[in-house]
Protein backbone atom coordinates (compact mmCIF):
# COMPACT_ATOMS: atom_id res chain seq x y z
CA UNK A 1 0.00 0.00 0.00
CA UNK A 2 1.09 3.47 -0.88
CA UNK A 3 2.51 5.38 2.45
CA UNK A 4 1.59 8.49 3.01
CA UNK A 5 3.93 11.16 5.07
CA UNK A 6 1.47 14.49 5.58
CA UNK A 7 3.71 17.64 6.90
CA UNK A 8 1.59 19.78 9.00
CA UNK A 9 -1.46 18.56 10.48
CA UNK A 10 -3.95 21.63 10.71
CA UNK A 11 -7.35 22.12 9.19
CA UNK A 12 -6.45 20.94 5.68
CA UNK A 13 -4.61 18.11 7.18
CA UNK A 14 -6.62 16.53 9.30
CA UNK A 15 -9.44 16.81 6.48
CA UNK A 16 -7.23 14.71 4.25
CA UNK A 17 -6.61 12.26 7.08
CA UNK A 18 -10.12 11.44 8.66
CA UNK A 19 -11.40 11.17 4.67
CA UNK A 20 -8.33 8.57 4.06
CA UNK A 21 -8.74 6.37 7.10
CA UNK A 22 -13.05 6.33 6.45
CA UNK A 23 -12.36 5.49 3.02
CA UNK A 24 -10.94 2.33 4.36
CA UNK A 25 -6.85 3.37 4.43
CA UNK A 26 -4.96 1.88 7.26
CA UNK A 27 -3.84 3.98 10.03
CA UNK A 28 -0.46 2.11 9.63
CA UNK A 29 0.39 4.12 6.35
CA UNK A 30 0.13 7.06 7.14
CA UNK A 31 2.53 9.08 8.84
CA UNK A 32 2.15 12.91 10.43
CA UNK A 33 4.96 15.36 10.96
CA UNK A 34 3.20 18.74 12.85
CA UNK A 35 5.15 21.15 14.62
CA UNK A 36 2.69 21.84 17.66
CA UNK A 37 3.22 19.08 19.65
CA UNK A 38 0.00 19.03 21.40
CA UNK A 39 -1.75 18.54 17.98
CA UNK A 40 0.52 15.94 17.42
CA UNK A 41 -1.01 14.51 20.62
CA UNK A 42 -4.15 15.18 19.52
CA UNK A 43 -3.56 13.34 15.77
CA UNK A 44 -2.35 10.81 17.47
CA UNK A 45 -5.29 10.07 19.87
CA UNK A 46 -7.53 10.59 17.37
CA UNK A 47 -6.42 8.58 14.33
CA UNK A 48 -4.00 6.10 15.62
CA UNK A 49 -1.48 7.54 13.63
CA UNK A 50 2.59 7.85 14.04
CA UNK A 51 3.28 11.62 14.52
CA UNK A 52 7.07 11.91 13.61
CA UNK A 53 9.89 14.45 12.29
CA UNK A 54 9.33 15.80 8.81
CA UNK A 55 12.52 13.96 7.76
CA UNK A 56 11.44 10.41 9.26
CA UNK A 57 8.24 10.79 7.81
CA UNK A 58 9.51 12.13 4.33
CA UNK A 59 12.45 9.53 4.20
CA UNK A 60 10.00 6.32 4.47
CA UNK A 61 6.57 7.87 2.65
CA UNK A 62 6.24 7.20 -1.40
CA UNK A 63 3.66 10.38 -0.97
CA UNK A 64 4.50 13.45 1.06
CA UNK A 65 1.90 15.89 1.22
CA UNK A 66 2.55 19.79 1.72
CA UNK A 67 0.01 20.77 3.93
CA UNK A 68 1.76 23.63 5.71
CA UNK A 69 0.46 27.31 5.61
CA UNK A 70 2.08 29.28 2.70
CA UNK A 71 4.52 31.23 4.52
CA UNK A 72 5.92 27.75 6.25
CA UNK A 73 6.83 26.24 2.88
CA UNK A 74 10.01 27.52 2.68
CA UNK A 75 10.67 25.99 5.79
CA UNK A 76 9.64 22.92 4.82
CA UNK A 77 10.93 22.67 1.71
CA UNK A 78 14.36 23.36 2.92
CA UNK A 79 14.19 20.55 5.59
CA UNK A 80 12.70 18.08 2.65
CA UNK A 81 15.95 19.65 0.81
CA UNK A 82 18.34 17.99 3.79
CA UNK A 83 16.58 14.44 4.05
CA UNK A 84 16.96 11.22 1.45
CA UNK A 85 14.15 11.59 -0.25
CA UNK A 86 14.77 10.35 -4.23
CA UNK A 87 12.71 10.38 -7.49
CA UNK A 88 14.36 6.79 -8.39
CA UNK A 89 12.40 5.40 -5.01
CA UNK A 90 9.37 6.90 -6.73
CA UNK A 91 8.65 9.03 -4.25
CA UNK A 92 6.60 12.18 -4.99
CA UNK A 93 5.44 15.86 -3.22
CA UNK A 94 2.22 16.96 -3.44
CA UNK A 95 1.71 20.55 -2.22
CA UNK A 96 -1.63 21.69 -0.73
CA UNK A 97 -0.50 25.29 -0.12
CA UNK A 98 -2.21 28.20 -1.75
CA UNK A 99 -0.52 29.99 -4.13
CA UNK A 100 2.93 28.41 -3.89
CA UNK A 101 3.78 27.34 -7.37
CA UNK A 102 5.96 24.14 -8.01
CA UNK A 103 8.72 25.99 -9.26
CA UNK A 104 9.36 27.33 -5.55
CA UNK A 105 10.11 23.64 -4.37
CA UNK A 106 12.03 21.59 -7.79
CA UNK A 107 15.02 23.86 -7.79
CA UNK A 108 15.75 22.73 -3.65
CA UNK A 109 15.12 19.26 -4.65
CA UNK A 110 17.23 16.26 -5.90
CA UNK A 111 17.46 16.84 -9.84
CA UNK A 112 14.18 15.69 -11.60
CA UNK A 113 12.11 15.48 -8.16
CA UNK A 114 7.92 15.25 -8.91
CA UNK A 115 6.28 17.46 -7.16
CA UNK A 116 2.34 17.61 -8.03
CA UNK A 117 0.45 21.14 -6.87
CA UNK A 118 -3.13 20.20 -5.47
CA UNK A 119 -5.83 22.57 -4.33
CA UNK A 120 -8.34 20.36 -2.27
CA UNK A 121 -11.07 21.31 0.27
CA UNK A 122 -12.13 20.95 3.61
CA UNK A 123 -15.34 18.71 2.91
CA UNK A 124 -12.69 15.82 2.46
CA UNK A 125 -13.13 14.78 6.00
CA UNK A 126 -17.01 13.45 4.85
CA UNK A 127 -15.73 12.07 1.26
CA UNK A 128 -16.83 15.14 -0.86
CA UNK A 129 -13.91 16.46 -1.45
CA UNK A 130 -13.19 18.67 -4.50
CA UNK A 131 -9.75 18.79 -5.43
CA UNK A 132 -7.95 20.34 -8.43
CA UNK A 133 -4.61 18.49 -9.08
CA UNK A 134 -1.44 19.93 -11.87
CA UNK A 135 1.24 18.77 -12.35
CA UNK A 136 4.70 20.60 -11.91
CA UNK A 137 7.62 20.73 -14.47
CA UNK A 138 8.91 17.00 -13.01
CA UNK A 139 5.99 15.38 -12.42
CA UNK A 140 4.41 12.29 -15.29
CA UNK A 141 0.96 11.27 -16.09
CA UNK A 142 1.71 8.51 -13.59
CA UNK A 143 2.26 10.78 -10.40
CA UNK A 144 -0.86 12.84 -12.31
CA UNK A 145 -2.81 9.63 -11.87
CA UNK A 146 -1.38 8.35 -8.67
CA UNK A 147 -1.97 11.76 -6.78
CA UNK A 148 -5.78 11.83 -8.11
CA UNK A 149 -6.48 7.92 -7.45
CA UNK A 150 -5.25 8.98 -3.43
CA UNK A 151 -7.63 12.31 -3.58
CA UNK A 152 -10.71 9.95 -5.73
CA UNK A 153 -11.01 8.48 -2.55
CA UNK A 154 -12.14 11.16 -0.32
CA UNK A 155 -13.94 13.26 -3.17
CA UNK A 156 -14.21 14.27 -6.33
CA UNK A 157 -10.87 15.30 -8.49
CA UNK A 158 -10.25 17.80 -12.17
CA UNK A 159 -6.68 18.05 -13.72
CA UNK A 160 -5.88 21.83 -14.52
CA UNK A 161 -2.77 23.37 -15.30
CA UNK A 162 -0.97 25.33 -12.50
CA UNK A 163 -1.36 28.23 -13.58
CA UNK A 164 -5.27 28.15 -13.41
CA UNK A 165 -4.69 26.98 -9.10
CA UNK A 166 -4.93 30.58 -8.14
CA UNK A 167 -8.45 30.94 -9.76
CA UNK A 168 -9.77 27.24 -8.78
CA UNK A 169 -8.34 27.94 -5.26
CA UNK A 170 -10.96 31.34 -4.97
CA UNK A 171 -13.68 29.08 -6.25
CA UNK A 172 -13.49 25.43 -4.44
CA UNK A 173 -10.75 25.97 -2.25
CA UNK A 174 -12.24 28.99 -0.35
CA UNK A 175 -15.93 27.84 -1.57
CA UNK A 176 -17.03 25.84 1.28
CA UNK A 177 -16.79 29.21 3.45
CA UNK A 178 -18.91 30.81 1.35
CA UNK A 179 -21.35 28.61 1.22
CA UNK A 180 -20.88 28.07 5.28
CA UNK A 181 -21.24 31.98 5.62
CA UNK A 182 -24.64 31.86 2.93
CA UNK A 183 -25.69 29.16 5.97
CA UNK A 184 -25.04 31.80 8.61
CA UNK A 185 -26.85 34.51 7.46
CA UNK A 186 -30.23 32.50 5.98
CA UNK A 187 -30.15 31.02 9.84
CA UNK A 188 -30.32 34.81 11.06
CA UNK A 189 -32.34 35.40 8.78
CA UNK A 190 -34.91 32.13 9.17
CA UNK A 191 -34.37 32.25 13.85
CA UNK A 192 -35.73 36.42 13.41
CA UNK A 193 -38.61 34.79 10.87
CA UNK A 194 -39.72 32.86 14.17
CA UNK A 195 -38.30 29.71 13.39
CA UNK A 196 -36.59 27.30 15.82
CA UNK A 197 -32.41 27.03 15.09
CA UNK A 198 -32.80 24.04 14.84
CA UNK A 199 -35.60 23.65 12.47
CA UNK A 200 -34.25 26.24 10.61
CA UNK A 201 -30.63 24.50 10.16
CA UNK A 202 -32.37 21.21 8.81
CA UNK A 203 -34.56 23.31 6.56
CA UNK A 204 -30.88 25.24 4.98
CA UNK A 205 -29.03 22.04 4.75
CA UNK A 206 -31.57 19.87 3.19
CA UNK A 207 -32.54 22.62 0.98
CA UNK A 208 -28.51 23.02 -0.19
CA UNK A 209 -28.56 19.17 -0.77
CA UNK A 210 -31.45 19.30 -2.75
CA UNK A 211 -30.28 21.48 -5.13
CA UNK A 212 -26.74 20.87 -5.24
CA UNK A 213 -27.82 16.99 -6.51
CA UNK A 214 -30.41 18.71 -8.79
CA UNK A 215 -27.60 20.92 -10.31
CA UNK A 216 -25.17 17.68 -10.62
CA UNK A 217 -28.30 15.43 -11.86
CA UNK A 218 -30.26 17.43 -14.50
CA UNK A 219 -28.72 18.72 -17.61
CA UNK A 220 -30.20 22.25 -16.48
CA UNK A 221 -28.48 25.01 -15.71
CA UNK A 222 -28.82 27.22 -12.88
CA UNK A 223 -30.46 29.86 -14.52
CA UNK A 224 -33.02 26.88 -15.43
CA UNK A 225 -33.72 25.71 -11.56
CA UNK A 226 -33.96 29.23 -10.52
CA UNK A 227 -36.36 29.90 -12.86
CA UNK A 228 -38.16 26.79 -12.31
CA UNK A 229 -38.43 27.93 -8.42
CA UNK A 230 -39.50 31.62 -9.53
CA UNK A 231 -43.27 31.88 -9.88
CA UNK A 232 -44.67 35.36 -11.14
CA UNK A 233 -45.47 38.01 -9.12
CA UNK A 234 -44.39 35.54 -6.15
CA UNK A 235 -42.07 35.12 -2.91
CA UNK A 236 -38.60 34.04 -4.80
CA UNK A 237 -39.11 36.92 -7.33
CA UNK A 238 -39.52 39.34 -3.95
CA UNK A 239 -36.34 37.76 -2.43
CA UNK A 240 -34.42 37.41 -5.64
CA UNK A 241 -35.18 40.86 -6.33
CA UNK A 242 -33.40 41.94 -3.05
CA UNK A 243 -30.59 40.04 -3.12
CA UNK A 244 -29.92 41.72 -6.76
CA UNK A 245 -30.44 45.07 -5.74
CA UNK A 246 -27.87 44.56 -2.57
CA UNK A 247 -25.45 43.05 -5.33
CA UNK A 248 -25.13 39.67 -4.52
CA UNK A 249 -23.76 38.98 -7.62
CA UNK A 250 -21.17 41.54 -7.75
CA UNK A 251 -20.38 40.80 -4.63
CA UNK A 252 -19.45 37.37 -5.56
CA UNK A 253 -17.37 38.02 -8.41
CA UNK A 254 -15.25 40.67 -6.32
CA UNK A 255 -14.91 38.18 -3.77
CA UNK A 256 -13.59 35.45 -5.66
CA UNK A 257 -11.05 38.27 -7.63
CA UNK A 258 -10.10 39.36 -4.09
CA UNK A 259 -9.27 35.42 -3.27
CA UNK A 260 -7.38 34.63 -6.90
CA UNK A 261 -5.11 37.54 -6.11
CA UNK A 262 -4.36 36.77 -2.22
CA UNK A 263 -3.55 33.21 -3.53
CA UNK A 264 -1.48 34.39 -5.70
CA UNK A 265 0.28 37.21 -3.39
CA UNK A 266 0.89 34.09 -0.69
CA UNK A 267 3.02 33.11 -3.91
CA UNK A 268 4.69 36.11 -5.10
CA UNK A 269 6.22 36.78 -1.29
CA UNK A 270 9.90 35.71 -1.06
CA UNK A 271 10.43 34.65 -4.81
N1 LIG B 1 -8.00 25.09 5.37
C1 LIG B 1 -8.42 24.86 4.12
O1 LIG B 1 -9.63 24.77 3.84
C2 LIG B 1 -7.44 24.71 3.00
C3 LIG B 1 -6.09 24.95 3.18
N2 LIG B 1 -5.22 24.79 2.13
C4 LIG B 1 -3.79 25.03 2.31
O2 LIG B 1 -3.32 24.09 3.24
C5 LIG B 1 -2.30 24.66 4.03
C6 LIG B 1 -2.63 24.45 5.49
O3 LIG B 1 -3.81 25.17 5.79
P1 LIG B 1 -4.58 24.91 7.16
O4 LIG B 1 -4.68 23.44 7.41
O5 LIG B 1 -5.78 25.73 7.11
O6 LIG B 1 -3.50 25.53 8.20
P2 LIG B 1 -3.25 25.16 9.71
O7 LIG B 1 -2.47 26.29 10.31
O8 LIG B 1 -4.52 24.74 10.35
O9 LIG B 1 -2.33 23.85 9.63
C7 LIG B 1 -0.95 23.83 9.37
C8 LIG B 1 -0.27 23.08 10.51
O10 LIG B 1 1.08 22.82 10.14
C9 LIG B 1 1.91 23.12 11.26
N3 LIG B 1 3.28 23.39 10.81
C10 LIG B 1 3.86 24.58 10.48
N4 LIG B 1 5.15 24.37 10.13
C11 LIG B 1 5.38 23.05 10.23
C12 LIG B 1 6.52 22.22 10.01
N5 LIG B 1 7.70 22.74 9.62
N6 LIG B 1 6.41 20.89 10.21
C13 LIG B 1 5.26 20.36 10.62
N7 LIG B 1 4.13 21.09 10.85
C14 LIG B 1 4.20 22.42 10.65
C15 LIG B 1 1.22 24.32 11.85
O11 LIG B 1 1.71 24.66 13.11
P3 LIG B 1 1.61 26.23 13.56
O12 LIG B 1 0.19 26.47 13.91
O13 LIG B 1 2.56 26.35 14.69
O14 LIG B 1 2.02 27.07 12.39
C16 LIG B 1 -0.23 23.88 11.81
O15 LIG B 1 -0.55 23.05 12.91
C17 LIG B 1 -2.19 26.13 3.64
O16 LIG B 1 -1.06 26.31 2.83
C18 LIG B 1 -3.47 26.42 2.89
O17 LIG B 1 -3.26 27.35 1.85
C19 LIG B 1 -5.63 24.33 0.91
C20 LIG B 1 -6.95 24.07 0.70
C21 LIG B 1 -7.97 24.28 1.69
O1 LIG C 1 -7.99 30.51 3.25
C1 LIG C 1 -6.99 29.99 2.74
O2 LIG C 1 -5.99 30.67 2.46
C2 LIG C 1 -6.99 28.51 2.46
C3 LIG C 1 -6.72 28.20 1.01
C4 LIG C 1 -8.02 27.72 0.46
C5 LIG C 1 -8.88 27.57 1.63
N1 LIG C 1 -8.29 27.96 2.71
Redesign the pocket.
Known sequence: MTRIAL???????EALLAGLLDAGRAAKDLVV????PA?AAELEELFGVRVTT?ADAAEGADIIVV????A?VD??IN?LATVDIDAEREQLIVT???GIPTSRFEPKLPAGFPVVRV????PMLVGEGMTAVAPGRYAKESHVELVRELLTSVGKVVTVTESQMDAVTAVS?SGPAYFFLVVEAMMEAAVGLGITHRTAKTLIVQTMIGSAAMLERSGDSAYELRAAVTSPAGTTAAAVRVLEEKGLRSAFIEALRASRDRSAEQGAVNE
Not at 7 to 13: D, L, N, P, T
Open positions: IGGGRIGAEAVRVAVKPDAVEMAAMPNTG
